[in-house]
């Protein structure tokens, strides 16, 4: 299983399999038949749904995000909760249980920066630990343990998992890569740079094997992987590594219409912008684009540079130039839904950290600091995601 929050479009598909499961109840162990019954609640419908919904309902509501909990999801980790102390010492149990309460909790497990747990995260990661004692090689032991540990000051934790899982799964790109946000916490970026280079040949093996059979890929890990390795080397000095992975990234994304595929094609100029490679980036063309984002980022990546490089009249020209599409693309990307809210910090990022350069090759010291931690406080969402979004980061 991945830690993925389920979507229920195939629902119906769901229901077909499980009254299978159903008719089926008398021929399976006690375990299977209780295993069976958790996964009902999980994708149940009509008049059991409804009262799921009145059971759960006001703790949904009650996340203070847009990444809302389904009811349903907090009735499965309930019953898969009595599953797992029925069976304390099984490990598939545990793996499932594990899944069943990490999606309950939206976001981060743990509160930012410290190690306080949120929802049952912490108890989750002592009893995956404890298990694994028993249970070294255990696929899903390890890659929950990995998922559950997964910020800085309690990530040392999942070390031992993150070098097992690789070897446990060889051929799954997903688990390859997983080690990757254990050793970016723990600064071993050399090796996070191999984590991620073996999903993307794992994924480019998967998906030739999933076409010869006849099959499509239903999962693509390329883009957070490909992000991951462009973060990974950039923190590991490896420039050549990270723009290169910069350049795969843009390709793949040309043609997107989409603010999100006009970010993917800003890749170079913002690995460019990193390395502090002025005279490089200066060649470099306008991605294209419709939406707002590829100009804002290429005026505010060519604005640095021409800063750096002392001209400032350049930077002032491209600053001034980008303010009026900052304001459209504010205006286009209103909604709370996540891609609109990241596009949002992109943007005033980039005015703002180019307006910092502008203010402090004109002498204005406190304007250009000013600049800078508003930059830097608008970019904190980009920042805490896994991986940051931003390869130029407004806090260096």
Known sequence: PTMVRPGRAQAQEVSQYMAVAKQNLKTVTPLERELIEALAVRYAEGKQAAELTME??????????????????????AKMRQVAQKNPTNPDVLTLYAES??????????????????????????????????????????????????????????????????????????????????????????????????????????????????????KNWRPHNSQFLMISALMAGRGDIALDIARTISRRAEGAQSSMGEFSRSQ???????????????????????????????????????????DLAGATAALAEMRPQVIDALTSHASENFPDRMVRAIVQVAQDALSAEVAAQSGEKNKAIEFAKNAAKIGEPLNDLDPPMLAADPRL
């Open 101 to 218: 309460e990490l999606l309950t909790i939206p976001g981060h497990f743990w509160i930012a920066q410290t190690d306080k747990p949120i929802g049952r995260a912490g108890e989750i990661a002592d009893r995956l630990e404890a298990m694994l004692a028993a249970h070294p090689s255990h696929i899903g032991l390890n890659h929950y343990m990995t998922h559950v540990v997964d910020v800085n000051a309690v990530a040392q934790r999942a070390v031992p998992a993150a070098e097992r899982l690789a070897s446990l799964a060889p051929a799954s790109p997903h688990l390859q890569h997983m080690s990757t946000h254990i050793f970016m916490r723990v600064g071993r970026y050399s090796d996070a740079i191999q984590a991620n280079v073996a999903a993307l040949a794992a994924e480019d093996k998967l998906d030739v094997q999933l076409r010869h059979q006849g099959f499509e890929p239903v």
């Open 268 to 310: 170079p100029l913002l690995v460019l912008l990193r390395l502090e490679r002025y005279k490089d980036l200066l060649r470099e063309t306008r991605p294209a684009g419709q939406r707002g984002v590829a100009s804002i980022l290429y005026l505010y990546s060519r604005g640095v540079a021409l800063a750096k490089t002392h």
């Open 56 to 77: 759960f309902g006001a703790i949904c509501s009650s996340v203070p995000t847009s990444d809302k909990i389904d009811p349903r999801d907090l009735a499965y980790a």
